[in-house]
């Protein structure tokens, strides 16, 4: 009886188990931005470039102006719910749901209750978590608000993205999806 050859690759013995404990971890990065908090979990680094993983805290009111990227963009609600605008529609995506947006598509999202949400964030290929990191401000914790921006330094940091935003396979779109 012939054998067959395994068609998947050997384990790669260099890669290690990555694990991430958001509220006990002081080494993962906490980021402030867009009035959310985001802890990166899983950066590009720790999948060999495959996704990244951030724990997203946002407030109400909170959430990224309309963008897009060519990447996908997955979240899944784990406490509260916010408000996803795709190509011009909203939905509702509540705790225990999840909603993927597809490379290139127009979108952004909102939290419009009362209470902060919280979700998970993995984008494939990594590297959001990169830029993330190069225009946000760090912050003490999982659950430490961003610091509080005069006009000056919001015009500095929104400019800033907008600069560095090609970089990182993404675009603002200074259209409203509402």
């Given at each position: ?11 790669d ?111 494939s ?13 760090p ?40």
């Open positions: 009886m012939p054998t067959e050859t395994s068609t998947i690759p050997p384990d013995l260099q890669r290690r188990l990555a694990l991430a404990r958001p509220n006990e971890d002081q080494n993962l990065p906490h980021i402030g931005l867009a009035g959310d908090t985001y802890t990166i979990l899983l950066t590009g680094e720790d999948t060999a470039g495959r996704y990244c993983l951030i724990d997203m805290l946002v407030p109400p009111g909170g959430g990224p102006p309309p963008h897009r990227h060519d990447f996908e963009e997955m979240f899944t609600i784990l406490e509260g719910e916010i408000e996803v605008t795709f190509r011009g529609n909203k939905s509702v995506v509540r705790a225990g749901e999840t909603a993927n947006i597809p490379a290139n598509a127009p979108h952004q999202f909102r939290n419009s209750s009362e209470r902060s949400a919280r979700l998970l964030c993995m984008c290929p990594a590297g959001q978590e990169e830029f993330f990191m190069a225009v946000g401000s912050v003490a914790s999982r659950t430490a608000p961003p610091p509080k921006l005069d006009e000056a330094t919001q015009t500095t940091l929104k400019a800033r993205a907008e600069a560095l935003a090609s970089r990182y396979r993404t675009e603002f779109l200074h259209l409203s999806l509402q």
